[in-house]
């Protein structure tokens, strides 16, 4: 509560790190599998009390107090495709280093409810990491993959799986991994990554 508080006063000092939720804008993708960066961040807002209303970057931007860690959530609103554009203007407007980057984003490798946490790496064949790759020039972000299920058969198409909804059960379970996410950025923001992945991967 005394967090939430705090969060409900004017931020003093400059943006620190930059959490990216991954998502598409627009009432037809919410709930689906691609959008999951988007509900942790929502999960992440209302946690802390933070309003990510503001119209900035091509996206809704907010910024508050995470563990004394002045922080932006950011959800892009330049569908997944192009994410880099509003992770870049962001990045570049605050003058931050590329690992001061935090993307929360969908992954078909993990079933729904698990997390996985990394320094950096590649794609791994996700077109808004891709994106983010190409308008920085850097993969050294780090990133919480939220696992969202395989796709029911090898010849599923793979875009019409990531734009769809989950069942009941799995929102359940996507719903205690934002929460989990939750608990790891407040690790992550203060340099505890290390903590971070033993606790939650």
Not at 36 to 57: L, M, P, Q, Y
Request: proline share 3%; glycine share 10%; net charge neutral.
């Amino acid at each position: 509560m005394f967090e939430k508080l705090k969060n409900r006063s004017n931020n003093v000092g400059p943006i620190q790190k930059i959490v990216v939720g991954l998502g598409n804008p627009g009432p037809k993708y919410d709930n689906t599998r691609h959008n999951v960066g988007f509900r942790a961040i929502d999960a992440i807002a209302k946690e802390f009390n933070i309003s990510v209303d503001k119209h900035k970057f091509d996206a809704f931007v907010g910024d508050g107090v995470i563990n004394d860690v002045r922080c932006l959530l950011v959800k892009p609103l330049t569908f997944m495709n192009e994410s880099g554009v509003a992770v870049e203007a962001a990045r570049a407007y605050y003058k931050l280093n590329i690992s001061d980057i935090i993307v929360l984003f969908d992954d078909i490798s993990f079933d729904p409810g698990r997390i996985r946490i990394k320094r950096h790496g590649s794609a791994g064949g996700h077109n808004g990491i891709k994106s983010i790759i190409y308008s920085t020039g850097e993969e050294t972000f780090s990133r919480i993959k939220i696992g969202v299920g395989a796709k029911p058969s090898p010849e599923y198409d793979l875009g019409r799986w990531v734009l769809s909804r989950f069942d009941d059960n799995d929102m359940i379970k996507i719903d205690e991994a934002t929460g989990h996410v939750v608990e790891a950025l407040k690790l992550i923001v203060c340099g505890k990554i290390e903590e971070a992945m033993n606790k939650y991967n």
